[in-house]
């Protein structure tokens, strides 16, 4: 069985910062790319950053400059620091990971529960 789950969300201001973390837990043998998805009220999840397992990322362009994506690869963790928020980046905030388990060859994607970002204006 694995699991990852978000922490860190919470209410904040307009300007203001917080630090997500994603932890991946169980029978991990491998963790390829990690990223962050958002999910605003009636729109749909999308991304917005990735970092592989050798540290390259990627950021969606409305997050470029404010964000960053980073991981703990002993501790299969990943992170977001936000910073700079806007109202517009109010959403539960999800954590993905493409996970190899022992005793299975292949990865596979896996999602965490999500954490509320709300940012008041």
């Known amino acids: 069985q694995v699991q990852l789950v978000e922490s860190g969300g919470g209410l904040v201001q307009a300007g203001g910062s917080l630090r997500l973390s994603c932890a991946a837990s169980?029978?991990?043998?491998?963790?390829?790319?990690m990223g962050w998805y958002r999910q605003a009220p009636g729109k749909q999840r999308e991304l917005v950053a990735t970092?592989?397992?050798?540290?390259?990322?990627n950021y969606a362009d409305s997050v470029k400059g404010r964000f960053t994506i980073s991981r703990e690869n002993a501790k299969n963790t990943a992170y977001l620091q936000v910073n700079s928020l806007k109202p517009e980046d109010t959403a539960v905030y999800y954590c993905?990971?493409?996970?190899?388990?022992?005793?299975?060859?292949?990865?596979?994607?896996?999602w965490g529960q999500g954490t509320q970002v709300t940012v008041s204006s």
């Open positions: 970092i592989t397992s050798g540290g390259s990322t």
């Open positions: 993905n990971a493409a996970i190899q388990r022992f005793g299975n060859a292949l990865y596979h994607t896996y």
């Open positions: 169980g029978s991990i043998i491998s963790i390829n790319t």
